[in-house]
């Protein structure tokens, strides 16, 4: 029984400790996306969107529903193809900057 308990203890505090590495990205996640919503409409728009899209676990379709266009429109922003018009860009930065927010309020505290 000690035994269980000691795996369990250990099993909590690496939880807890992925819980922060997590926290950590998402708050770096939200400081990028800040940034590039104020930068230049030139700003490497599709890497952002990438990099939100691989750390909050969003595929084509999910990013589809979340900004209302097709998934082919997602995939072209991805691949820095094209991005939508550069007043639109906020607001999509603000909407990862949102899904951040619920992710980080999704995490255990400890």
């Known amino acids: ?5 000691i795996a369990g203890d250990a099993f909590d505090k690496e939880v807890a400790e ?3 590495s997590r ?3 998402f708050e770096h996640l939200a400081l990028l996306l800040k940034q590039a ?3 230049p409409a030139e700003a490497d728009f599709g890497r952002v969107v990438a990099q939100a899209q691989k750390i909050l676990s969003k595929s084509d379709l999910e990013l589809s529903q979340l900004f209302k266009v ?3 429109t997602i995939n072209r ?9 550069p007043m639109l860009k906020r ?3 603000e909407t990862f900057i949102a899904e951040v927010r619920t992710a980080l309020k999704g995490l255990r505290t400890n």
């Open 37 to 39: 919503s104020a930068a």
């Open 77 to 85: 922003w991805v691949r820095g193809v094209t991005a939508p018009h």
């Open 18 to 20: 992925f819980d922060r």
């Open 91 to 93: 607001a999509v930065f």
């Open 70 to 72: 097709s998934r082919p």
């Open 23 to 25: 926290h950590q990205v």
């Open 1 to 5: 029984m000690t035994d269980e308990l």
